[in-house]
């Protein structure tokens, strides 16, 4: 019972073929795609107006070189809110489920934005390794907390995303397993269990929006350090 509640998080395959790669596709070819034309319909408008919005308020307060990433951290937010809320439909992946992917996007933006701060002011970008005023016994000390807190970041990122998907969706499948055996047994029960069910879904739709969002935030914050 305890591995079939974790079935759901395998990668699906077909004749040995991994499935992951149309888990990810697919979602991003169903949203619309800009036309030619002078007036568009309500729904490119209101994605459009979207994602005006959120690259306006996420890149307020980053500097102008940092500017440079609207494009893809826009693209990114959509990537991930469409892979997670297509994930909660039923017989679906969601691959931001899997560690190794959520790490692999985590890993190479956290280490863009640190090289960028090497690269283009190295004494800010160390200075964070050091805060102003430490007493000399304690430099060594905070140096390495420091650089471990450094190196943690991208973890943290990646397992962040993985555990609330995870949660959510295992929480989801506990309860509809509930709904179903006590349908017979206990009705009332199982229809309260069932009202549950539909707002944890609700809920989790809130929170696959809120995760993308975070992940995105989260680089444009390391980023606006090493800006």
């Known amino acids: 019972?305890?591995?079939?509640?974790?079935?759901?998080?395998?990668?699906?395959s077909l004749l040995g073929i991994p499935l992951i790669a149309l888990a990810i596709v697919i979602p991003m070819s169903l949203l619309p795609t800009p036309s030619?034309?002078?007036?568009?319909?309500?729904?490119?408008?209101?994605?459009?107006?979207?994602?005006?919005?959120?690259?306006?308020?996420?890149?307020?307060?980053?500097?102008?070189?940092?500017?440079k990433w609207a494009l893809f951290l826009a693209s990114l937010m959509i990537f991930l809110l469409s892979i997670n809320i297509s994930g909660l439909l039923p017989y679906t992946f969601t691959p931001t489920t899997q560690l190794s992917l959520n790490l692999g996007f985590a890993v190479p933006l956290w280490l863009g934005t640190v090289l960028i701060g090497l690269r283009n002011q190295p004494t800010a970008a160390l200075g964070h390794l050091l805060p102003e005023g430490t007493p000399v016994p304690l430099i060594p000390v905070l140096i390495i907390i420091e650089t471990i807190s450094l190196f943690i970041r991208p973890v943290a990122l990646g397992v962040r995303l993985t555990a609330n998907l995870t949660a959510g969706h295992l929480?989801?499948?506990?309860?509809?397993?509930?709904?179903?055996?006590?349908?017979?047994?206990?009705?009332?029960?199982?229809?309260?269990?069932?009202?549950?069910?539909?707002?944890?879904?609700i809920l989790e739709v809130a929170v696959a929006m809120i995760q993308a969002y975070v992940f995105v935030l989260l680089v444009s914050l390391y980023l606006q350090e090493n800006v």
């Open 1 to 12: 019972m305890i591995l079939s509640y974790f079935d759901q998080f395998i990668s699906p």
């Open 36 to 67: 030619r034309r002078w007036l568009n319909n309500r729904v490119l408008s209101i994605q459009s107006q979207l994602i005006s919005s959120f690259t306006q308020q996420m890149f307020l307060p980053i500097n102008l070189g940092g500017h």
């Open 171 to 201: 929480l989801i499948q506990l309860i509809a397993t509930a709904v179903l055996v006590l349908a017979q047994t206990m009705p009332i029960v199982s229809l309260t269990a069932f009202v549950v069910l539909v707002l944890l879904n």
